[in-house]
């Protein structure tokens, strides 16, 4: 049942075959790299359980958390070291929704800095529309524009509504 105060955008079965599609393309086109995943705590970890399970060749994954408030030039924080070595590694990193493209670019450059071979990026979400820097995203699921604040599927608001099994849009009344 979706609350009155939520619109659905993208329901289970359109988010299962978008993760599915995005799985068989990494698995042509990377997989046998033995790519790093980097999951972007915390809108998408759902999007990164969803999608190494639809790769069929074994993946090694990890997290990192980044302190993004406020509209700065870069995040105020990326929580280091990825308890594995990337020296040398192609990374994969996830992230829930991108926009600007600051903490994509900053975080590229952070993960090159610590010695990764190739830094790619696949979202959930791409606001291309938005974007600050000249952050071009590798992967994207949904391409849209903005509407509203995202919940569902791992995104809260307040820390309500990431359990929802679609992705939606918090109604201007709420």
């Keep these: 049942m979706i609350p009155s105060s ?3 955008l993208y329901d289970v079965v359109t988010i299962a075959a978008g993760v599915a599609e995005l799985g068989e393309r990494l698995e042509q086109e990377i997989a046998r790299e033995d790519p790093l995943v980097v999951s972007l705590l915390g809108g998408s970890v759902i999007f990164l359980a969803d999608l190494i399970r639809a790769i069929p060749t074994p993946l090694r994954f990890s997290f990192i958390q980044s302190d993004t408030s406020g509209d700065s030039a870069e995040p105020k924080r990326v929580h280091y070291p990825l308890p594995v070595e990337i020296s040398g590694q192609s990374l994969l990193v996830l992230k829930d929704v991108v926009s600007s493209g600051v903490v994509e670019t900053y975080l590229a450059s952070e993960l090159r800095q610590h010695g990764a071979r190739k830094v790619r990026f696949a979202a959930l979400v791409d606001l291309p529309s938005e974007r600050k820097t000249e952050f071009a995203l590798d ?4 391409t849209t524009e903005r509407p509203g604040t995202f919940v569902g599927y791992g995104l ?4 309500l509504y990431g359990s929802l099994p679609y992705l939606g849009r918090l109604l201007e009344d709420s």
């Design 6 to 8: 939520i619109e659905a």
């Design 139 to 142: 992967y994207a699921i949904f």
């Design 156 to 159: 809260k608001h307040q820390g």
